[in-house]
Nanobody, 122 residues
């Protein structure tokens, strides 16, 4: 059974950076699609980035393109989300998730982490 654990959230000032980690057990991450999602209070969950199996093609939502970078370390079985130029509107709980199907949509994710809070102060 694949289990995901996020870490790296915290409080940062606007313009700052954080790196989130999503560490897996039970399955190697290069065999699944890993996505990062976020949910702010009162708002729907939003898919923001994902990395495909194998070659690791990356995808980004427009709201984070150019500021966030997703990457994978196969030796550590960890996927990272480097977040730069953070803004108050990036404040949310961030989740990583995994699925076995294609990365072409934000749906069909079967495995989820518990989430990590990111708060950006102005």
């Amino acid at each position: 059974q694949l289990q995901l654990v996020e870490s790296g959230g915290g409080l940062v000032q606007a313009g700052g950076s954080l790196r989130l980690s999503c560490t897996a057990s039970g399955r190697t991450l290069d065999t699944v699609v890993i996505g990062w999602f976020r949910q702010a209070p009162g708002k729907p969950r939003q898919g923001i980035s994902c990395i495909s199996r194998g070659d690791g093609d990356t995808y980004y939502a427009e709201s984070v393109k150019g500021r966030f970078t997703i990457s994978r370390d196969n030796e550590k079985n960890t996927v990272y989300l480097q977040m730069d130029s953070l803004q108050p509107e990036d404040t949310a709980t961030y989740y990583c998730a995994a699925k076995k199907t294609s990365p072409g949509s934000w749906t069909e994710y079967d495995y989820w982490g518990q989430g990590t809070q990111v708060t950006v102060s102005s």
